[in-house]
Structure formats: structure tokens, C-alpha cells
């Protein structure tokens, strides 16, 4: 069952959110098992929210995620994990 991830980062800027996905494109994102990608909010205090398949693909990302957070600057905090319930893409 997919489940849903939302992050809250400290002060996450635009800035910071599209390097780290550049240099995460450069690694193959997006990764297998990621369904959905989203961030919104102010320029910031941006958040993300991702669907997963399974946790093991999305732990498996973390691993390459974590250090290119680091050298960004980006304490992703702890997530908070849903599962889904339902969803609807048109």
C-alpha cells in the first residue's frame, strides 16, 4: 500500500530546493517508487509531501537523498508518514 511523506524543513528557500533537486537529477531522480512530487509554501518556508510505493524504495532514496541534503544546508526534519487511503490521479 503507497503511503504519503511530508517533510517540514527549517527555513527551506527556493534557492535551496532547486539545487538539490538539480543535483538529485543528476543521480536519477526521480527514484523507482516515487509516485508524487510536490513542494509548496512561502520561499522559506517551503515544505515537501512525496506518495511512495514502498518504504523500502523510500529508504532506499534516502541514502542518496541524505548526504545531498547535507551539503546543501537542509535539515529535512522528521517526516510524517500517512498511509493512503485512497487516490485519485485523472
Known amino acids: 500500500m503507497s503511503f ?15 539545487e538539490t533537486i538539480r543535483r538529485l537529477s543528476d543521480r536519477g531522480f526521480p527514484p523507482e517508487g516515487l509516485e ?6 512561502e ?4 515544505l515537501v ?8 524504495q523510500f529508504d532506499a532514496f534516502g541514502e542518496r537523498l541524505m548526504p545531498v541534503l547535507a551539503a546543501m544546508g537542509i535539515s529535512p526534519g522528521e ?12
Open 79 to 90: 517526516p510524517t508518514m500517512f498511509e493512503v487511503h485512497n487516490l485519485v490521479v485523472p
Open 49 to 56: 509531501s512525496e506518495i511512495w510505493s514502498t518504504r523500502e
Open 43 to 46: 520561499d522559506g518556508s517551503l
Open 4 to 18: 504519503v511523506v511530508r517533510f517540514n524543513p527549517q527555513s527551506l528557500t527556493a534557492e535551496q530546493y532547486d
Open 36 to 41: 508524487m512530487h510536490v513542494c509548496f509554501g
